[in-house]
């Protein structure tokens, strides 16, 4: 089965700093991984994603992750944080598998990211 | 629809009642994801239908939790016999067709049911 990990609870960075919410996951096969952020009270939204291809991936609001097979990680990155992107962020897998027609997107735990001014 | 729309957006019942939640993606979106999301907890999935295939209920946590997708659109979650552990965020997400990146496919997600057992 699919998961992944998200091992920091929170980050904190200050306004203008580079920024890493780090995730690694564990498919059986090749994986298709996703960011999505939540923002206080409202919904989640899609940031990006990897299917297959360049291993760094541009996505909304600036942000970016690196997909790493041989340390099946998909960290999230942004080279200058914005009060404005404090949020909760989650990571997700889906495994392509054979039967694309039926596998769920499994979500980790998620990450605060906390931008002071 | 525009978006997926999710209600009631906030339900208190009591312990023991049972409770139904509602999704309507959107509109051609066949696959339709029910997830739970609670304090800490991250996302939980709990039951994903695509088309017309049997659904995928792994993630239901006890017989009291239901779902069930007419028509391949409008969705109902059913909770009976509520409990306080059921106290949490419900969101619906829906995706577009299985195609060849199926896998590929962004989820669009509703506001959610916020719901609490008192």
């Known amino acids: 089965a699919q998961s992944v990990a998200q091992p920091e609870d929170q980050v904190n960075v200050a306004e203008g700093n580079p920024l890493t919410v780090k995730c690694t996951y564990s498919?059986?096969?090749?994986?298709?991984l996703f960011w999505y952020v939540q923002y206080p009270n409202r919904g989640l939204q899609f940031l990006l994603k990897?299917?297959?291809?360049?291993?760094l991936v541009k996505g909304s609001y600036g942000f970016e992750a690196e997909f790493n097979k041989s340390q099946t990680s998909f960290h999230l990155k942004k080279p200058s944080a914005l009060v404005s992107d404090s949020a909760l962020y989650f990571c997700a897998v889906r495994d392509k598998g054979m039967n694309t027609g039926f596998q769920k997107l499994v979500f980790g735990t998620g990450t605060r990211l906390l931008v002071s001014p | 629809g525009a978006g997926v729309s999710q209600s009631p957006s906030n339900k208190v019942t009591e312990k023991g009642k049972d409770v139904e939640l509602r999704c309507d993606p959107i509109s051609g979106h066949t696959a339709l994801y029910w997830y739970r999301q609670s304090l800490g907890q991250g996302l939980e999935f709990l039951i994903y239908?695509?088309?017309?295939?049997?659904?995928?209920k792994s993630g239901l946590p006890s017989d009291r939790f239901s779902a069930e997708r007419t028509g391949g659109s409008v969705s109902t979650l059913t909770i009976q016999r509520t409990q306080q552990e059921d106290s949490a965020v419900y969101l619906c997400?829906?995706?577009?067709?299985?195609?060849?990146?199926?896998?590929?496919?962004?989820?669009?997600f509703g506001a959610g049911s916020r719901l609490t057992v008192l």
């Open positions: 498919v059986s096969g090749n994986p298709y």
């Open positions: 997400a829906s995706s577009p067709p299985t195609g060849a990146l199926s896998g590929a496919n962004v989820l669009t």
């Open positions: 990897y299917i297959t291809g360049d291993n």
């Open positions: 239908f695509q088309g017309n295939s049997a659904p995928d």
